[in-house]
């Protein structure tokens, strides 16, 4: 059992609304939907900073996930913000791994 915060009288756990007041019990707004893709899509962009030498794989991963987690964030209330790091650290290890790659490509060209 719970207390209204209003009349202070015993109300049920479960309920949204008191039964002897009618004052919201306010407790879905403390309820924290975690932006889950949103951290997936920011660990897997930090880690593809250092994996470029799996083809920039993981920049892409983790720019998809980071995307779709954006494209969701209306649904989650925390952790959203860690969704547009993910895309902008994604965005940034894919193209200095794709510089690094053509480089790499070009002098390797050139050697042969
Ligand atoms: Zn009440």
């Known amino acids: 059992m719970k207390y209204c915060k209003n ?15 009618g004052v919201k019990t306010g407790d879905e707004e ?12 920011f660990v897997v962009s930090i880690l593809s900073l250092w994996l470029g030498v799996y083809f920039c794989i993981a920049s892409i991963i983790g720019v998809v996930l980071s995307a779709v987690a954006m494209v969701l964030k209306a649904k989650y209330n925390s952790c959203n913000g860690l969704a547009i790091a993910g895309l ?14 053509i480089a790499a490509a070009s002098l390797i060209a050139a050697l042969v």
């Open 7 to 21: 009349c202070g009288k015993e109300i049920d756990d479960k309920a949204v609304i008191c039964v002897y007041c």
């Open 88 to 101: 902008v650290i994604g965005i940034v290890s894919l193209v200095v791994w794709a510089i690094i790659w």
């Open 30 to 41: 403390h309820t924290k939907k975690i932006n889950g893709l949103g951290i997936a899509g």
